[in-house]
């Protein structure tokens, strides 16, 4: 399934936005560790979140969601604070925002990066697109994928 969807940037008058989005997506997951705090999931975006980086993800001229990648070294590409809001779900957006990221990027980037919250759907859904698991600690597992990985 295609979905349509372009890529907006994200300014200093989103944040209250994505932080809400940030917190409706991740609070199912965080409960089910014991770690939802609305308080510190704000905080922490505020101090991770990289607007320069971070695109809002835009469909029917509806905000759906958000990312952020930028190129890291040697030859990655980091992928964080990946949301998609409840009614865009379960459409294939995620999927089409991966493939366009994947195609698009740079051609030095070899290898992509992202990190998901142990116990989230995200794990099996990053695992979906070619990710494979190469370090967990005890909140989180970080993933890597090859750039020309076989993806679901």
Same mark, same amino acid.
């Given at each position: 399934m295609t979905v349509a969807f372009d890529f907006a940037p994200v300014t200093a008058a989103d944040f209250d936005e994505l932080v809400a989005l940030r917190?409706? #997506?991740? /609070?199912?997951?965080?409960? &089910?560790?014991?770690?939802? %705090?609305?308080?510190? !999931?704000?905080?922490?975006?505020?101090? #991770?979140? /990289?607007?320069?980086?971070? &695109?809002?993800?835009?469909? %029917?001229?509806?905000? !759906?969601?958000?990312?952020?990648?930028w190129a890291e070294p040697v030859d990655a590409m980091r992928i964080e604070h990946f949301y998609i809001g409840a009614p865009f779900q379960a459409r294939g957006l995620g999927g089409a925002v991966l493939r366009r990221l994947f195609k698009n990027a740079p051609d030095a980037v070899g290898v992509f990066r992202v990190g998901a919250l142990r116990d989230s759907d995200a794990n099996r859904f990053y695992q979906r697109h070619g990710f494979v698991k190469v370090s967990e600690d005890e909140w989180d597992i970080a993933y890597e994928r090859p750039r020309h990985a076989a993806a679901g």
């Open positions: 917190i409706a #997506t991740m /609070r199912e997951s965080l409960e &089910r560790i014991g770690r939802f %705090d609305p308080q510190r !999931a704000a905080e922490r975006f505020r101090t #991770t979140v /990289r607007p320069a980086d971070t &695109r809002r993800i835009v469909v %029917d001229g509806l905000s !759906a969601g958000c990312i952020g990648f």
